[in-house]
């Protein structure tokens, strides 16, 4: 018996290396396999695999007889077809990237996938796992007594240039609110222990990419906008986003309010966009406020500087990484982010899109299906 699992790579972009530079850091994960037709991407990521060898094809890596699990890592738009092709050659176990989907239409198709597989589907949802969200997740309830209201707020930096340019266009994305968003989405559903019912999203008209023009066409995403959720326990939950406030010293801040108090986490960018005149990146940080006594107490939540390096969420690839590996080697018996949980988020965020373009609240209580971009 092996004491090492070895993984597949799908998709050696920026998310793919990162993958990759963190399950270098993983005892007993090894990349064997990666397939990107992009000669670049690939070749860069060789670079952090020395022993892995790169495939022509899904089809040819999906015959390499040595693996025991794929990440996927690739374009939103090739999830859905890649997923198919892994489930009729070889279902291995999964870490799919978000979304998990981009066209409602094939959300059916995408259920009775998941129902008929037979290896785990683990739905890569980094942020519930950066050290600060998941102290702000862990100490929720004490804290709050109940929650009542969440918000979630990123302010961030603009799109980053990705290979062909996909992440420009809603047809590819699946719109902001998918893309970007269905992080936060998730983060609403875990937090809160419940299930959205209605959805009202408006958005300002994109202050970045508005003079980008790629084959004749225009970027059609959004860069900032605002959601309120309501959900079937009574809570409330409001994402607010904006994508051209990179000077910001943090990047995500969550803010939770119930009978007892309130908590906070704020989290900072990825470090290698802090000004280097600035000194070291800001340290993550929680908050706690108690209602009675008044007494708010704030904690440094540091995170391992190997860690950091290895990517631009914080630490979270690194932890999602080793609690995956946890589930190959059947230390766990279930995937901590289901694809249930994936398409849920998804679902949330396609709700968001229909209702920035109608200027009407969506319903998640009728059939999801129904729901377009």
Not at 12 to 23: I, K
Not at 167 to 180: D, L, P, S
Not at 218 to 224: E, M
Not at 325 to 334: F, I, K, N, P, V
Request: proline fraction near 9%; charged fraction near 20%.
């Amino acid at each position: 018996m092996t004491d090492t699992k070895t993984y597949g790579l799908i998709g050696a972009g920026m998310m793919g290396q990162e993958h990759l530079r963190n399950l270098a850091l993983l005892p007993g994960a090894q990349a064997t396999a990666l397939f990107d037709p992009d000669d670049t991407m690939a070749a860069a990521a060789l670079a952090l695999a020395p022993g892995a060898v790169r495939a022509s094809s899904l089809a040819e890596m999906l015959a390499m007889p040595a693996l025991d699990a794929l990440v996927i890592a690739s374009p939103n738009f090739r999830h859905m077809e890649q997923l198919a092709e892994i489930a009729a050659t070889r279902p291995l176990p999964l870490l799919v990237e978000k979304p998990l989907y981009t066209d409602p239409a094939d959300l059916p198709r995408l259920k009775a996938l998941v129902a008929a597989y037979p290896a785990p589907i683990w739905v890569a949802m980094e942020y519930r796992y950066m050290p600060p969200i998941a102290a702000f997740l862990d100490q929720l309830q004490a804290a709050t007594g109940g929650v009542r209201m969440l918000t979630i707020r990123e302010h961030r930096f603009p799109f980053l240039a990705k290979v062909g340019d996909w992440n420009r266009f809603n047809r590819y994305t699946g719109g902001t609110f998918v893309e970007k968003c269905c992080h936060f989405f998730d983060l609403m559903r875990l937090a809160l222990g419940a299930e959205p019912t209605r959805i009202l999203a408006s958005a300002t008209p994109p202050l970045n990419h508005a003079d980008e023009c790629y084959d004749g066409a225009r970027p059609d995403i959004l860069d900032a906008g605002y959601a309120i959720c309501e959900f079937d326990s009574g809570a409330r939950a409001m994402l607010e986003l904006c994508m051209y406030a990179e000077g910001a010293r943090y990047q995500e801040e969550l803010s939770a309010v119930g009978p007892a108090g309130k908590i906070e986490a704020r989290v900072p960018g990825p470090g290698r966009f802090w000004p280097a005149d600035l000194g070291a990146p800001p340290t993550p940080l929680l908050e706690l406020s108690p209602r009675a006594p008044q007494r708010p107490e704030l904690r440094e939540i540091p995170v391992d500087p190997t860690l950091l390096a290895a990517g631009d969420h914080n630490g979270a690839t690194f932890y999602q990484h080793r609690a995956f590996l946890d589930l190959l080697w059947g230390q766990r018996t279930t995937p901590e982010v289901t694809a249930e949980d994936g398409w849920r988020a998804v679902e949330m965020g396609l709700a968001a899109q229909r209702s920035i373009a109608t200027g009407l609240p969506v319903s998640l209580v009728q059939d999801p299906v129904e729901i377009s971009a």
